[in-house]
Structure formats: C-alpha cells, structure tokens
Nanobody, 125 residues
Framework: QVQLVESGGGLVQAGGSLRLSCAASGSISSINTMGWYRQAPGKQRELVAIAVSGMRGGRTTYADSVKGRFTISRDNGKNTVFLQMSSLKPEDTAVYYC????????????????WGQGTRVTVSS
C-alpha cells in the first residue's frame, strides 16, 4: 500500500507565501504523476498543479488561476512533491490534497490512485 502525508498548511495574510509538502511512503519504485488539488467550502475539488515524471525532465501543468504564483516541484528520490505558493489570495483558501498516480513497485503497477488526507490553507484579507 501507499500512503501520502501532506504538511505545510496554515493561516497566512493575503500576499504571503506558504510551502506545502507531500511525502509518499510504502513499497514504491516510482511515481509517474504527483499533483496538488484543492477543495474550497461548497465547491468541487479542482486541480492546482501536477508534475509528470519523464526521461527529459518531465512536465508540469497549472490551473490558470495559479499560474505565475505557484510552483510545483518533486524530489523523486524521496517520493516527495512540493507546492510553493506565493502572492496568496483569499480565494486560494481551501483544503489542499496531494495525489499520486501511476505508482510502481518493482514490475508491478498499482491500479489505484492515492490521496493524502489534506492540509488546510487559509488566506486572510
């Protein structure tokens, strides 16, 4: 099995910064995609940013609402993904979830995607 644990959430004023971390543990050889999603009160969960591994450095994708303000990065050796959030706005307030897709253990590929328990980010105006 695979477990994801997020950390780094908290309360910050508008314009401030936070750095979220998510560490995956378990029997893991590689993780194809790690990403961040968020869910604000009364809204559906939405993609924030994903990072896909690849032979040429991989690729990243961001929601339009966070482009230029958030940066996703990975430490593949530690199965960890980070989300550096800057210029935070009150509308960034949400519970942020980490997700892992395409997890392998040796020659076996897990069929499930894995989610963390979430970390709350609150941005005050």
């Amino acid at each position: 099995q695979v477990q994801l644990v997020e950390s780094g959430g908290g309360l910050v004023q508008a314009g401030g910064s936070l750095r979220l971390s998510c560490a995956a543990s378990g029997s893991i050889s590689s993780i194809n995609t790690m990403g961040w999603y968020r869910q604000a009160p009364g809204k559906q969960r939405e993609l924030v940013a994903i990072a896909v591994s690849g032979m040429r450095g991989g690729r990243t994708t961001y929601a339009d609402s966070v482009k230029g303000r958030f940066t996703i990065s990975r430490d593949n050796g530690k199965n960890t993904v980070f989300l550096q959030m800057s210029s935070l706005k009150p509308e960034d307030t949400a519970v942020y979830y980490c997700k892992a897709e395409g997890v392998t253990s040796g020659s076996y590929t897990y069929t499930d995607d894995y989610w963390g328990q979430g970390t709350r980010v609150t941005v005050s105006s």
